[in-house]
């Protein structure tokens, strides 16, 4: 599977971005999905997951309350709405898909798309 992430871009703090990330390949719902992202210095980290029917997702602490994942299978493509955004959510973000198994290690995730930067001014 090929993913292409966008959306991202300049946001002052407290507003919102939608990030998009368009599959393309082979059967979409097959593959269990996340959200990642890496600031300059640091490790990767995973900032949610969505199971294959989009029934089960997962946020990491730091952005539960503020973010929300969804999929369409329909349309091959997995969302993250970003609310209230904060100076420290500054990092690109990347999405990711793995046809086995689930979890946030990114280090299991096969399939990357080529990341899209969001930037928050404080």
């Known amino acids: 599977v090929q993913l292409q992430a966008s959306g991202g871009g300049l946001v002052q703090a407290g507003g919102s971005l939608r990030l998009s990330c368009a599959a393309s390949?082979?059967?979409?719902?097959?593959?269990?999905m996340g959200w990642f992202r890496q600031a300059p210095g640091n490790e990767r980290e995973c900032v949610a997951t969505?199971?294959?029917?989009?029934?089960?997702?997962y946020y990491a602490d730091f952005v539960r309350g503020r973010f929300t994942i969804s999929r369409d299978n329909a349309k091959n493509t997995v969302y993250l709405q970003m609310n209230s955004l904060k100076f420290e959510d500054t990092a690109v973000y990347y999405c990711a898909a793995r046809s086995t198994g689930s979890g946030s290690n990114y280090r299991l995730y096969p399939y990357w798309g080529q990341g899209t930067l969001v930037t928050v001014s404080s």
């Open positions: 390949g082979r059967a979409f719902e097959n593959y269990f």
């Open positions: 969505i199971s294959r029917g989009g029934g089960t997702t």
